[in-house]
C-alpha cells in the first residue's frame, strides 16, 4: 500500500538546534541515495541557524543550509527532501529561500556543487569550472576524500540575476 501524502499546508522557515537530529535523519537518508556528503550530528547543532527547514504540519521535510563560503560567495548546501516530498517544488522553495537570505546578507554568487545540474539550471544556475569557486576548493574539496574525483558540478548563479527576482511560485515548478 502506497503512503498517504499529508494535506498539511508547507511551511518554510529558518531551523534551530532543535531540528538537528531531524536534519541529521534527513540529510543520512540522503546520503545513503549518494546524493550528500554525511554531516555530524554536532556540525548540525552548531550550523542550525543556516538552515531554512521546509515543515509539512509539524514534520520536516526538507532542508537547505546558507554556507558562507567566502567574502561574496555562499553555498546552497545539503539541500535534501523527504522522498515522499519529491516533486511537490519542496527543493526549489528551499532553494529560493537560501537564495533570499544570501542576497540579505550581501552575497554576490550563490554556489551549489551537484549531481544533477539541470535541476539548478532551470533555477538560474550556470555549469562552471570548480576552479571559478577557488572559495569551496580552499574551505572544503582540499580535505574531501573525493577531492579531485567527486563526479560533482560546480554551479554558480548571480544574485543579481533575472531568475533572482522569479516569484517562489515560479521557481517552485522547477522542483
Known sequence: MKPRMSRARLTIRSADASHAPSLHALIAASREEG???PRSLDDLVVHADRFAI???GKRLVGCAELAPIGPHVAEVRSLAVDVLERGRGVGAQLVAEIRRRARLDGYERL???THTPGYFSEMGFSIVP???VPEKIATDCVTCPRFRQCGQYAMVASLES???NLPAAS????A
Open 35 to 37: 546524493r550528500l556528503l
Open 54 to 56: 521546509a515543515l509539512r
Open 111 to 113: 554556489c551549489a556543487f
Open 130 to 132: 570548480h576552479l571559478w
Open 162 to 164: 533575472a531568475a533572482d
Open 171 to 174: 521557481v517552485a515548478r522547477y
